[in-house]
């Protein structure tokens, strides 16, 4: 798979994983967060801190911060991506021709389909300003851009995300947050729903589980519920 990971300096990434291979059957432990969202791992695979070091999960405190990462919508509809430390997120279909199409530095990334929010490489394309505004005069993009637009907008968490998802993040919300989202209808209209993304305990959970182990080549690390492990012995279960 194609996985986000950062250098631990404030700069994000995209790497495909060499391979993910199973490493046995291995005791858990559950690191809780304050997003009310959970990681089951084994008790030495490490995570990363806020300030790009890394701290084995059975070492962790309460106290610490985790190297986060973010994802929202801008006021034009794209999505964008972000982690602790940054000033601003930047557009994810740009950080994604970055990373496995080529460099976009004075060009357009156009998105094959109009989907403003199909950031796949397979749809992203690279295009020059006069070549980019061609494609952008069909009527046929415009109309579908709208109707992806209109799709989206007033949609419920449960109808956008699912029920379990929805669940997570309106249980993370605050409650401005909530207002803003009766309010506006939509859970991309209005707000980031930002955590601190700190450790909240530790649980010793009587299981012992499959666990699997991913190879990142060049950074060592992905992100795994919103915050950043290391990618090798032990790993993640489940993520």
């Known amino acids: 798979p194609y ?21 046995g059957v291995k005791p858990i432990v559950r690191v809780h967060l304050d997003n009310d969202s959970y990681i089951d791992c084994t008790e030495d695979h490490r995570f ?12 962790l405190e309460p106290i610490d911060s985790l190297m986060a990462f973010y ?3 801008d006021d034009r509809g794209y999505l964008t991506v972000g982690i602790t430390g940054q000033s601003n997120q930047i557009a994810e279909h740009r950080l994604v021709a970055s990373c496995l199409i080529g460099n976009p530095e004075g060009l357009h990334v156009h998105h094959k389909d109009g989907n403003k929010t199909n950031n796949l490489p397979q749809n992203l394309e690279l295009l020059t300003k006069s070549e980019h505004a061609k494609e952008h005069s069909s009527e046929f993009i ?14 419920t968490l449960e109808q956008w995300l699912g029920s379990e998802k929805a669940k997570k993040a309106r249980d993370r919300m605050s409650k401005g947050q909530k ?40 950074h060592h690390n992905f ?9 090798c012995h032990p790993d993640v279960w489940d993520f």
């Open 179 to 218: 207002r803003r989202l009766e309010r506006d209808g939509g859970p991309w209209n209005k707000g980031k729903f930002l955590t601190n993304h700190r450790v909240k305990k530790i649980e010793l959970i009587d299981l012992h589980e499959q666990v699997f182990d991913i190879e990142m080549p060049v």
């Open 3 to 23: 996985l986000y990971c950062t250098d631990g300096n404030g700069n994000l990434f995209i790497e495909q994983a060499v391979r993910v291979w199973k490493t």
């Open 71 to 73: 994802k929202s919508m």
């Open 48 to 59: 990363m801190l806020s300030d790009g070091s890394y701290r084995e999960a059975g070492k």
């Open 142 to 155: 415009k109309e579908n851009q709208i109707r992806i637009t209109n799709n989206r907008r007033g949609k």
């Open 223 to 231: 992100v795994a519920e919103e915050v950043f492990v290391h990618n």
